[in-house]
């Protein structure tokens, strides 16, 4: 299994854990923010408290916006649909995580 933040430093992305905020009903485990690169990891849905599942979701959401930061490198084609580009991030998190 790669190491999915040695992944990102190859790329150029930065990785944090920040507060984002309340959204309602909906949970936020994650954010790409392409002008740094960077990805939060948001603090409210992960822990980095070394728990073994817990590292697995954090590796899986750092590769999920990983592909996010593929996509706008131009390393793959950006799906046309959101709901399209999102299964597709998590199929590609599920096959450098598991």
């Known amino acids: 299994m790669p190491d999915v933040r040695a992944l990102a430093a190859a790329y150029g992305v930065r990785i944090e854990f920040a507060d984002l905020g309340d959204w309602g009903t909906a949970t936020v485990v994650a954010e790409y923010d392409p ?11 992960l822990r ?3 728990d073994p599942v817990a590292r697995r979701a954090i590796d899986h959401a750092i590769a999920h916006e990983l592909y996010h930061h ?14 399209a ?13 598991s």
């Open 48 to 50: 980095p408290d070394g």
């Open 35 to 45: 002008r740094g690169p960077l990805i939060r990891l948001n603090l409210r849905a």
């Open 85 to 97: 580009r999102e299964r597709a991030a998590d199929a590609f998190a599920e096959s450098v995580v």
């Open 70 to 83: 593929r996509e706008a490198i131009g390393d793959i084609v950006r799906l046309r649909v959101h709901r």
